[in-house]
Nanobody, 125 residues
Framework: QVQVSESGGGMVQVGGSLRLSCGAS????????IAWFRQPPGKAREFVGG????????KLRDSVKGRFSISADNAKDTVFLEMSRLQPEDTAVYYC??????????????????WGQGTQVTVSS
C-alpha cells in the first residue's frame, strides 16, 4: 500500500483561495497518477481534477475550469490543487487519490487504489 496524505483545507469566504497539497509515501509523484475528488455534504463523491505526475497531463471537471488548477512539483514530490474564486458549491471534503498505472487521470474513483483521509474545505457565504 502507498500512503497518501492531503492537507491545506480550511474555511474561506466566497471568492477566496486555498491550496491543497498531496503526497504519497513509497512512490514519487512522477511515477503516479494523482487525482482530487470531493464529496459535498449530502452528495456523492465527484472528480475534481487529476494529473499524471510523469508527463504532466491534467484533467479538470468543467465546473472548476478557470478557477482550479492542478500541478506537480517533483522537487517537493507534491501535487497541488490550487483553488480560487471559491464558491459555496465548492464546500466539500477533498480527497487525494493515487494510481500507479500509466496514462491520463481517470475520472472514476474506482481507478484509484490509494486514498488520503480527506481535508475539509468550507466556503462561507
Amino acid at each position: 500500500q502507498v500512503q497518501v496524505s492531503e492537507s491545506g483545507g480550511g474555511m474561506v469566504q466566497v471568492g477566496g483561495s486555498l491550496r491543497l497539497s498531496c503526497g504519497a509515501s513509497g512512490r514519487t509523484v512522477n511515477s503516479l497518477v494523482i487525482a482530487w475528488f470531493r464529496q459535498p455534504p449530502g452528495k456523492a463523491r465527484e472528480f475534481v481534477g487529476g494529473i499524471n505526475g510523469g508527463d504532466g497531463v491534467t484533467k479538470l471537471r468543467d465546473s472548476v475550469k478557470g478557477r482550479f488548477s492542478i500541478s506537480a512539483d517533483n522537487a517537493k514530490d507534491t501535487v497541488f490543487l490550487e483553488m480560487s474564486r471559491l464558491q459555496p458549491e465548492d464546500t466539500a471534503v477533498y480527497y487525494c487519490a493515487a494510481d500507479a498505472r500509466p496514462g491520463g487521470p481517470s475520472l472514476y474513483h474506482w481507478s484509484y487504489p490509494w486514498w488520503g483521509q480527506g481535508t475539509q474545505v468550507t466556503v462561507s457565504s
